[in-house]
């Protein structure tokens, strides 16, 4: 709104023409963090005592570590105000042409709809099972199904392109493989909804989802930066120079239009950020399943829509070490009779094992930090 504002109808009057510094998406990308971490760090306080006004406290496991038996009623769906601050920012300073942008929007907010249905059943009724299961997956499937039908079969991009899975640390134009569309769509639609359940997993302990949730925003901003922008470089191919973009100069895919989406990343990332100053250990807020959800929903779109869903393994690196603890924890149980860790997600292994919280949280942090760095390794790495 605000970039269709400045730079469309005020930059033209006399005297207002340095708002059309706001073309530059670099300037956007700015404002938009800025913003979204404005919204979410001012707004936290009020947010935070309307939910223990109302009483909406988190509902702990019976079964969970005894020491997390103290943050029961700690105020939850705080989650509510990350989608807030990060639509809001993000339709402030997008291209509100762009389908990229409305689509991983929609997507993140109908999940975050899911998740929030979620939170109010485990609050109402007091038990920490909330929503059916089979309901809320079939739900998530459906969200995310009908967005990956959409995407793939408008004509957004090629379908050679559209369809196509860039292998890491190759040169994109040399190869890649060619998905049909019938089963590129159930790929996409299960990495979205995939990652959205990494992302609730790993929401237990306090801040440690947000944090690498924030930096997986920032990660994939890059991506999509680059992957869209229409910077040309001049480079010398043998005798010749030659004009290319930034991204066929890194061997990658060039996606007309999906810059704008390093928009939306950005306002993730201070939304995200905003919020882990309420998060932190000791949490004043939880965000829910209306946060994690929604989050993580985002991260599978942004690894679809910029064509990295192989390197989302390594970007989100930390969800998927949590999703595979669950998987290996009832697996051997169910086979061996026998539990492989204490207790699944790994996180609260460590918990029984002795280890403090805030160890635990900082060090996740910082393998999701080495996981994001090596990930934005692979664009040299060809």
Excluded at 150 to 174: C, G, I, K, M, R
Aim: proline share 3%; glycine share 10%.
């Amino acid at each position: 709104m605000l970039f269709h504002l400045f730079y469309d109808v005020l930059s033209g009057i006399d005297g207002l023409g340095f708002l059309r510094v706001f073309r530059y998406l670099s300037t956007r990308i700015l404002a938009a963090a800025i913003t979204s971490l404005s919204m979410s760090f001012l707004m936290g306080p009020w947010f935070i005592d309307r939910l223990r006004s109302r009483q909406i406290g988190q509902v702990i496991r019976s079964d969970g570590p005894e020491s997390h038996q103290s943050k029961a009623g700690t105020p939850t769906m705080g989650g509510s105000l990350i989608l807030f601050a990060l639509a809001s920012s993000t339709l402030l300073w997008c291209d509100l042409s762009n389908r990229y942008v409305w689509l991983t929007l929609l997507v993140t907010i109908g999940f975050g709809i899911i998740g929030f249905a979620d939170d109010y059943l485990k609050i109402t009724k007091k038990n920490s099972k909330g929503l059916s299961g089979k309901i809320r997956l079939a739900a998530e499937f459906l969200i995310a199904g009908s967005a990956m039908t959409f995407f793939f079969s408008s004509n957004t991009l090629p379908s050679e392109l559209a369809l196509s899975l860039q292998l890491p640390f190759t040169n994109f134009y040399d190869n890649h493989w060619i998905v049909p569309i019938w089963l590129y769509v159930p790929f996409a639609t299960v990495v979205v909804v995939g990652t959205a359940n990494a992302v609730n997993l790993t929401d237990g302990l306090d801040g440690l989802a947000i944090a690498p949730a924030a930096i997986n925003a920032a990660t994939f901003m890059i991506f999509a930066y680059i992957a869209g922008v229409q910077t040309t470089l001049l480079v010398q191919v043998g005798g010749d120079v030659q004009a290319v973009n930034l991204a066929e100069y890194l061997h990658i895919a060039h996606l007309p239009g999906s810059a704008e989406l390093a928009i939306f990343c950005a306002s993730m990332f201070g939304a995200g950020i905003g919020f882990l100053w309420y998060n932190t250990y000791p949490a004043s807020v939880f965000m829910g399943d209306v946060g994690a959800l929604g989050l993580g929903a985002a991260i599978g779109m942004l690894a679809v829509l910029t064509k990295n869903e192989l390197v989302l393994l390594l970007v989100g690196g930390l969800f998927v070490f949590e999703t595979l603890s669950v998987i290996i924890q009832v697996g051997s149980y169910k086979m061996r009779k026998k539990r492989v860790f204490r207790m699944a997600p790994i996180h609260h292994h460590f918990e029984l094992k002795g280890w403090e919280e805030p160890k635990i949280i900082v060090r996740f942090w910082l393998i999701s930090i080495m996981l994001a760095l090596m990930a934005l390794g692979t664009l040299k790495l060809r």
